[in-house]
């Protein structure tokens, strides 16, 4: 299982994104589902707003269950609030916060994210660092 940001799902759906290309072919490549988190769909949602048809191809996408994605629960929302204490001075948003509390909750290492810059000094509970796809922008 993969963790999947924001930064890639707006790259799928807006053709004149910079990492369009590259963000499709590593899709096209993935074994495995890719999980994500409802802060993370509202925020893609928004980054799309340019585009009705850009969001109707991302429903689209959610409906065939191009991408899973998990329940938040009471025990999340606190642990989202102590990492976001935490990493206040990067600062680290809600929809980051999610990730990192899911890929602790579910043993996940791996992220398809664009934000490598936070992504690297993420540290979840169960690993040293996350396993970064792409590995290099």
Known sequence: MILIDTGPLVAFFDASDQYHQTCLDILKG????LLTTWPV???????????????????EFLIRGGV?????????MARCRELMRKYK???M????ATLVVLAESKRIKKIFTLDHKDFKVYRPSHAKRFELLPTHL
């Open 93 to 96: 948003d809600l929809a980051d």
């Open 68 to 76: 899973r994605i998990a329940d938040t629960e009471a025990d999340v």
């Open 41 to 59: 769909v509202t925020e893609t949602f928004y980054l799309l707003n340019f585009s009705w048809k850009a969001q109707d191809h991302f429903w």
């Open 89 to 91: 001075d990067l600062p």
């Open 30 to 33: 993935l074994e495995g589902p």
